[in-house]
C-alpha cells in the first residue's frame, strides 16, 4: 500500500460523513501537500476495485464514498443531502427466501427527509 492510498483510507475512516473525491483531496492536501488530484482519483479507483471501499452513486451531485464496502442500506435526506448507513439484513434475508438464492450485491438508498429537514418543511 503506497502513503497516498494509506492516507486516502484514513481519512476516510476518520470521517463520519461519506465523502466525495474532491472532499477526499481538499483532505488529503491538508496532510500531504503535493499529492495530484489525479493521484487520489486513480486510487480510490482502485480501491474500489479492490472491494476495499464503495463507490455511491448520488441523484443530484458528486459521487460520494464509503468505507464500508460490505453491503449495507443508506438513508439519503432529500433535504439537505445527509447520507447515513442503514442495516437491511433482514430485508436482504426476506429477497433470498423469496427468490429462492443469494443475494450476492446490491445497493440501496431510501429517500426521505431527516427531522430538521422535516421540521424546517412544517414550519
Not at 503506497?2 to 494509506?6: F, I, L, S, V, Y
Not at 446490491?106 to 422535516?118: E, G, N, S, V, W
Given at each position: 500500500m503506497?502513503?497516498?492510498?494509506?492516507l486516502i483510507l484514513n481519512?476516510?475512516?476518520?470521517?463520519?460523513?461519506?465523502?466525495?473525491?474532491?472532499?477526499i483531496f481538499a483532505l488529503?492536501?491538508?496532510?500531504?501537500?503535493?499529492i495530484?488530484?489525479?493521484t487520489v482519483y486513480r486510487?480510490?479507483?482502485?480501491?474500489e476495485q479492490a472491494h476495499e471501499i464503495?463507490?455511491?452513486?448520488?441523484?443530484?451531485?458528486?459521487d460520494r464514498f464509503d468505507k464500508t464496502p460490505t453491503p449495507h442500506g443508506h438513508l439519503y435526506c432529500d433535504g439537505c443531502g445527509s447520507l447515513q448507513d442503514i442495516p437491511v439484513i433482514g430485508l436482504v434475508r426476506e429477497i433470498e427466501d423469496?427468490?429462492?438464492?443469494?443475494v450476492r450485491s446490491?445497493?440501496?438508498?431510501?429517500?426521505?427527509?431527516?427531522?430538521?429537514?422535516?421540521k424546517e418543511q412544517a414550519q
Open positions: 503506497t502513503r497516498q492510498r494509506a481519512i476516510m475512516q476518520e470521517s463520519p460523513k461519506h465523502l466525495t473525491a474532491d472532499e488529503a492536501r491538508q496532510r500531504m501537500p503535493g495530484a488530484r489525479g486510487n480510490l479507483k482502485l480501491m464503495a463507490k455511491l452513486e448520488m441523484p443530484d451531485g458528486a423469496a427468490i429462492g438464492t443469494e446490491y445497493q440501496l438508498t431510501i429517500h426521505y427527509l431527516c427531522p430538521a429537514c422535516r
